[in-house]
């Protein structure tokens, strides 16, 4: 349901960027071996931290560990606002973290933030 | 020396038998003689008298030279020469001048006024006189005797007297002789000595630990009642003799062993054993101390040794060390189910907030699509009830974000740093500056500059409330103000925010602090009835507290108190 709507409002706020959807943790790193064998890799990826399957914090660490993938962007997007799992996720090198606001609205808003910045206006090593 | 009368005999035996001669011879010989003659045989026997005179009264000066000597002799002695009869009372016969020293003088004694007797203590007499009795039937005649005399300021002295007897040819005792000493001060501190060494023994004799002195070949010289139980045997056994003689040879090694260490070292050494007492069977630990003794030219004397019953001691020492690591494995296991259960918490609330809030973010952005795309197709209450439905999930969503702050603040480690107060203050009108503005209220703050031990984000948490709890309840407050103020009171600061709004009764005061505890309808006053929880947990994990001060309708007044 949270996927649903999140595509929901990526597609309302008319996002120029291709999108790929890994439903747990474990599709989320089928990615690694994908990419290593040529695929184009993402300009950014959100990652929500409560993943069934593998943890969203695993994710990000193998992500960051990754002599090639780490540079990649990716943006915490979860509910958790523990200071626990802020603190862990940028000790792990997450590049941004962004507690998911209940409100339909406020979501949308935060969606088009996030594009605008990491894929418009940041800039990563090539 | 010839005596006196033998003297004077001698003399007028001469003079008898000159006279003779010349009563004899004078009537023949005088007329051959001559008168001349007869001048010369007077002259002669005068002469002859003369000289025998004199060599008389020589001998007599020489003994009263003699005699004065040795009165002064006596008479610079400290002692009392005292001669007296064997009479009722004891008349006296001679004393010397040092019976001054006693306020009494000679001359009373000599002319009778008063006996010796008269000088002996009363509790005395009877000893004393029942002892010269005996010694006038039994002998010797030379003895000594220890009694009190009196002095003339009525004041007793213990004497010694040294005495002898005199007696006559028939062997009747005639006089008494008698060299006193005062020996009151000698007898004060004899009287002394013992007194301490009996307070010294019963010391000794009373304590339960075991106290001996052995020589340096280990034979015991002196042992305590305690020690008697030990060996059981009386000391008389015990001295002079060595441990071998009491317990089996292996002990004795033992105790040996320790006495060396002890000569060896030259200073205390302590040791541990288990004793068995002979007389009651008694078995227990000991700690013994032993010492080497010197006398005061540094010779070795031997070894002083005090044993102490230390079984309870230990006993008590492992029952409280087994109950401490009882005590730490408890606590250990306390804190681990303590600690499971914190986790266990934290997992809650992690699921609260992401859990939670999945289903309420579908239910909004579903109803705002809905919403959205839909709304042409609905009507009259169809919107309405849309609207509810949304206005249902902000308000849980409210609830739900102060249920985790409050979850938070009951477990975040808090910072206790000095802050300065009106900066926290100021950064908090900041924050709510919007919200004070759309309700029209102005905040008068009177906060002097005063550092406060806090955490600034709990402070400020609490502030916040306050805050928005003024502003909630000051619709059409008059005036419409806020005041805020703070001072330093017993090294506490106290810190309070005052609003004229609707205020409350008192009898509610400690359930507004409770969580979910509300004094309105949510439709007159929105709110999760967790504000002031919150605050007040915060308050308490900063080593703080809170309180309020109101009546119905006439403003309410938060005190919020910190340590300094």
Redesign the interface.
């Given at each position: 349901?949270?996927l649903d709507?999140a595509l929901?409002?990526f597609e309302r706020k008319r996002l120029s960027n291709p999108i790929q959807v890994a439903r747990d943790g474990e599709e989320a790193l089928a990615w690694l071996p994908r990419w290593e064998a040529g695929e184009p890799l993402p300009a950014l990826i959100l990652l929500d931290l409560?993943l069934p399957r593998v943890d969203g914090l695993d994710v990000l660490r193998r992500l960051k560990q990754h002599e090639r993938f780490r540079h990649i962007p990716v943006v915490v997007l979860?509910?958790?606002?523990?200071?626990?799992d802020i603190n862990t996720a940028y000790d792990l090198g997450v590049n941004s973290y962004i507690v998911?606001p209940?409100?339909?609205?406020r979501?949308m808003e935060v969606v088009q933030h996030i594009e605008l910045y990491w894929c418009v206006l940041n800039r990563i090593p090539e | 020396m010839t005596s006196p009368p033998m003297q004077a005999l001698k003399i007028a035996g001469i003079y008898a038998l000159c006279s003779l001669l010349w009563i004899v011879f004078s009537d023949r010989l005088l007329p051959e003689l001559q008168t001349e003659k007869g001048l010369v045989f007077v002259s002669l026997t005068a002469l002859l008298i003369f000289f025998l005179v004199h060599a008389a009264l020589r001998a007599r000066e020489k003994l009263e030279q003699h005699l004065n000597q040795i009165n002064r002799i006596i008479n610079r002695s400290p002692v009392i020469t005292i001669a007296w009869d064997n009479a009722p009372g004891w008349p006296v016969r001679f004393v010397n001048d040092t019976i001054r020293q006693w306020g009494h003088e000679p001359r009373e004694l000599l002319e009778g006024r008063l006996h010796f007797a008269d000088l002996i203590h009363p509790d005395d007499l009877e000893r004393v006189n029942q002892e010269v009795y005996r010694h006038f039937s039994e002998g010797p005649d030379d003895y000594t005797q220890e009694y009190r005399i009196r002095t003339a300021s009525g004041a007793w002295i213990w004497v010694n007297d040294r005495t002898w007897l005199e007696r006559d040819a028939a062997g009747k005792v005639s006089g008494i002789f008698g060299i006193l000493q005062d020996v009151s001060d000698t007898r004060a501190a004899l009287m002394r000595l013992a007194e301490s060494q009996n307070r010294l023994e019963t010391l000794i004799n009373t304590i339960p630990d075991l106290v001996w002195m052995k020589d340096p070949d280990g034979l015991y010289l002196s042992v305590n009642r305690r020690f008697e139980s030990f060996f059981g045997a009386p000391r008389e056994r015990i001295l002079g003799r060595t441990d071998y003689d009491f317990v089996n040879q292996e002990l004795a090694d033992f105790f040996r062993e320790h006495d060396r260490k002890a000569m060896e070292a030259g200073g205390p050494c302590i040791n541990e054993e288990w004793l068995t007492f002979a007389d009651t069977g008694y078995r227990g630990l000991f700690e013994t101390i032993k010492t080497p003794v010197r006398d005061e030219q540094g010779r070795l004397m031997g070894v002083l040794g005090i044993s102490r019953d230390i079984t309870q001691l230990r006993e008590a020492q492992e029952e409280l060390r087994s109950l401490n690591i009882q005590l730490e494995h408890r606590v250990r296991e306390r804190t681990a189910e303590l600690e499971a259960l914190n986790r266990e918490l934290e997992s809650f609330s992690y699921s609260v907030s992401h859990d939670l809030k999945a289903p309420l973010r579908s239910i909004d952005g579903y109803s705002q699509l809905l919403q959205e795309d839909y709304k042409d197709r609905l009507e009259g209450d169809g919107l309405l009830f849309l609207a509810n439905i949304r206005k249902g999930v902000g308000q849980m969503q409210e609830l739900i974000e102060d249920l985790l702050a409050y979850s938070r603040m009951e477990r975040r480690q808090l910072e206790n740093t000095p802050l300065s107060l009106p900066e926290v203050v100021e950064q908090v009108l900041e924050y709510e500056a919007q919200a004070l503005g759309q309700a029209g209220l102005t905040v008068e703050t009177r906060v002097p500059p005063l550092i406060i031990r806090a955490d600034r984000d709990g402070l400020g948490l609490v502030l916040r409330n306050l805050i928005e709890n003024a502003i909630k309840f000051s619709p059409g407050a008059q005036p419409p103000l806020i005041h805020i103020e703070a001072r330093a009171e017993n090294g506490r600061v106290l810190l309070s925010v005052r609003d004229h709004g609707i205020g409350f009764d008192m009898k509610y005061h400690d359930r507004i602090f409770k969580i979910f505890q509300r004094l309105h309808r949510a439709e007159d006053y929105p709110g999760t009835g967790i504000g002031l929880a919150l605050a007040a947990k915060a308050m308490q994990r900063m080593g703080g507290s809170i309180r309020a001060e109101s009546s119905p309708g006439a403003g309410a007044t938060f005190y919020l108190e910190l340590p300094a």
């Open positions: 349901m949270d709507l929901r409002a409560k979860t509910s958790s606002a523990e200071d626990k998911k209940v409100s339909f609205e979501f | -």
